[in-house]
């Protein structure tokens, strides 16, 4: 193997990772946004946060 196809396999890799983990982050966040839309469910966490103090 030569340099230059050794570093075209780190850019494929990296590309690859940085893709699944830009998924991975979308859908946490749009996860997020679908539990707040709940108005029921923020005064419920809230209501639990509140209740450690």
Same mark, same amino acid.
């Given at each position: ?15 690859? &990772?940085?893709?699944? =983990?830009? $998924?991975? %982050?979308?859908?946490? #966040?749009?996860?997020? !946004?679908?539990?707040? &839309?709940?108005?029921? =469910?923020? $005064?419920? %966490?809230?209501?639990? #946060?509140?209740?450690? !103090?």
């Amino acid at each position: 193997m030569d340099e230059q196809q050794l570093v075209s396999e780190d850019l494929g890799k990296s590309r690859v &990772s940085g893709l699944l =983990l830009g $998924i991975a %982050l979308a859908a946490l #966040l749009a996860g997020v !946004f679908y539990l707040y &839309s709940n108005p029921q =469910l923020v $005064i419920m %966490l809230t209501d639990q #946060l509140w209740a450690c !103090f």
